[in-house]
């Protein structure tokens, strides 16, 4: 595969991250498993290049590993947030049965 080539997939996976994170930032589901493939792809053939091709798609790969970094942190702000209310649930749930015992 050329460094063109990969650079067509680099900039395929970007728009896909982009669509990703807006996608967990909208609180919608996002299914990593459908890049797992693209990233580790890309990476493997990046170094198969010479240097200098390598060299021109390192920035490209910086911005999509930024863009993973991001994702990331929103995923795992959502868990976090999920694990709260589903906390915060368990105790009202839990408040309401005591509450309803002595009643």
């Known amino acids: 595969m050329t460094a063109a ?3 067509e ?6 728009a896909t991250l982009d669509r990703m994170a807006d996608a967990a930032g ?3 589901p996002v299914d990593l498993s ?8 890309l990476c493997g053939r990046v ?22 970094d991001r994702l990331a942190q929103t995923l795992r702000d959502r868990q976090s947030e999920t694990e709260a209310a ?3 649930a368990a105790r009202l ?5 005591y509450g309803k015992a002595y009643r």
């Open 47 to 68: 170094l198969t290049l010479s240097a200098p091709e390598a060299r021109a798609l390192l920035p490209g790969m910086q911005r999509a590993i930024g863009q993973l």
């Open 26 to 28: 909208r609180g919608e």
């Open 86 to 88: 589903e906390e915060k």
């Open 34 to 41: 459908l890049i797992s493939g693209d990233v580790e792809s």
């Open 93 to 97: 749930h839990a408040a309401r049965a």
């Open 5 to 7: 080539e990969l650079q």
């Open 9 to 14: 997939k680099l900039t395929a996976l970007q």
